[in-house]
């Protein structure tokens, strides 16, 4: 075999290279979105919305690495969590579950438009059903992580703190990405 053919093998595939962009964007989209925040408790963020289109435009597999990837990059302290912050620390806080939560949300979203398509009603429902996922994570280690610092909470309340003052600002995220996703999947072909 001669040095040519050694280094042709050893480049990635133009396939696995543009998945590596993609992915990579992604992450970035989501990093972004999640310094666009109002801090409260659990910040206002457009997290989310990267996730959401991260799943959508991408994929189950490629979606789901990019939201990991975008953790892993904050677990490593870059500062790409809400209110620029990083580290493994952020997922052991209160907010924690949601940041976990993001994986299975892209998962859902993608496996959904995998399998059904691109189109708005099949875009919103996936977004409903895995943001539903992500709550109930990110609610239930909230409650977690809660009760050991400040005291006892239950579901009822916890989601009175964590979701329902979210739900009108997520519905409006979840159109916009939904619109997003639609519209993009017709001008980038991945």
């Known amino acids: 075999m001669n040095t040519t ?16 962009i993609y992915i990579a964007v992604c992450a970035a989209l989501i990093a972004v979105c999640a310094q666009i ?24 597999k490629r979606g789901t690495l990019s939201v990991i990837v975008y953790i892993l990059l904050g677990m490593i302290g870059i500062p790409v969590f809400a209110n620029f912050s990083g580290g493994i620390g952020a997922l052991f806080g209160m907010t924690g579950g949601y ?11 993608g496996l959904m438009c995998d399998k059904l398509g691109k189109k708005l009603w099949v875009l919103a ?11 109930l994570f990110g609610t239930l280690w909230f409650m977690f992580v809660y009760s050991r610092q400040v005291e006892p909470i239950g579901f009822v309340a916890a989601l009175g703190t964590c979701v329902v003052p979210y739900l009108l600002f997520d519905a409006a995220k979840i159109i916009v990405a939904a619109i997003l996703v639609n519209r993009l999947d017709k001008i980038i072909r991945l």
């Open 125 to 135: 429902v996936s977004m409903t059903a895995g943001l539903a996922v992500c709550y």
């Open 99 to 109: 940041i976990i939560g993001f994986i299975f949300t892209a998962l859902i979203v």
């Open 5 to 20: 053919e050694t280094q042709t093998k050893k480049r990635p595939k133009p396939k696995a290279l543009t998945d590596m």
């Open 37 to 60: 925040s109002v801090p409260t408790p659990v910040p206002f963020t457009l997290q989310t919305l990267g996730v959401f289109v991260a799943g959508g435009l991408l994929g189950a």
